[in-house]
């Protein structure tokens, strides 16, 4: 099974947004507040080629990012794309050799605009969201937490992942994305209240497709909570139940944003090594 990173432009947020600073709603001020720009981070969007189909993991950024509500204030003043059309995950799948009737399942970690973008190159895949993540995208509520349900393309029509009481190492519910078994999505609350993860089992080891569960590995490894997570403690958890799997497996570990994350993914022996002492 091999997976695929493909990095859709790049993206410019604050430090205060990668790790966050101090408690509460400071904390989750401190992204637009902040002058401090950390550099361009990547936006990975993942293609797992699977015997049973392409599965895409996250849509990754498109080129119409570059130009974002004014009314809103993180839009104005926390975050920055680069990203031009043939970065876009459609035609860079193309230039691999895979092409939109190829990709059976398209799943989404959750609906921030850097990771539904490129929904528009996916109109015969079946799409997968977790149903809750869906419904706070909607009205006025969705458009003050920064969802962009207005561009997504007119044939959009998620379905919502079931899960099913199915223990998946340190995660109590699962949902398998193929017959196999040997792809599955675990709820990862934290950076959303219904952020979702995808695992991928290879031999003895798992692949985490992690979206935003932490913008980096170090944060992941540290249970350094960003600067956006709602609620602090359910991250916090969610950081904890990750490192357990590490624990317990070797765990490549690969966050949407992490510079480093195509690299590990090279490298795939590489692991995670255990650290139960790394919580915060
Ligand atoms: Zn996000």
Redesign the pocket.
Known sequence: MRIHAIKTGRVQIKKAQIEGRGHGTWRQLQPILSREWADWSPTYAWAIEHPEGVIVVDTGAAAHLKSLPRWHPYFQLAVRFDIDGEQEVGPQLRSRGIGARDVKTVILT?M?ID?DGGLAHFPHSRILVSGEELARTAGIGGAILGYLPKRWPTWFDPKPLTWQAARHGPFARSAPLTKAGDVVAVPTPG?TTSHLSVLVRDGDSEIMLAG?TSYLESTMLRGTVDGVSPNEAEAAATLAAIRELCAQRPTVYLPTHDPESAERLDQLHATVAPRRDAAA
Do not use: A, L, S
């Open positions: 959750h921030h990771h950076h935003d």
